[in-house]
Nanobody, 124 residues
């Protein structure tokens, strides 16, 4: 079992940057795929990015390609989401999640462990 805690959210102007962190409790962090998801008010939760066990495979949603970078440091049991060139439409609660299975396109149904979420607000 793994517990996840996100941090790094906040309020930023359009064009700015934020770096989200996801700290995991499990010593076996490297045996989990990590995904970042987001949910805006009135919208369904959507996948943003995911990274495989040792970082060899990475997925990005089309809406964030070229602007967001997912990474992980298994020695620190932490995953990151670097978000650059932020847009107002990136405003959402961002969640990190862990799964024991890698899928090419992440589905929230495959992730059994979730953090509490961190709010990201991008002002225009």
């Amino acid at each position: 079992q793994v517990q996840l805690v996100e941090s790094g959210g906040g309020l930023v102007q359009a064009g700015g940057s934020l770096r989200l962190s996801c700290a995991a409790s499990a010593r076996t962090f490297s045996t989990y795929v990590v995904g970042w998801f987001r949910q805006a008010p009135g919208k369904e939760r959507e996948s943003v990015a995911s990274i495989s066990f040792r970082g060899g495979s990475i997925y990005y949603a089309d809406s964030v390609k070229g602007r967001f970078t997912i990474s992980r440091d298994n020695a620190k049991n932490t995953a990151y989401l670097q978000m650059n060139s932020l847009k107002p439409e990136d405003t959402a609660v961002y969640y990190c999640a862990a799964s024991s299975t890698w899928t090419k396109v992440p589905s929230s149904h495959a992730y059994g462990y979730w953090g509490q979420g961190t709010q990201v607000t991008v002002s225009s």
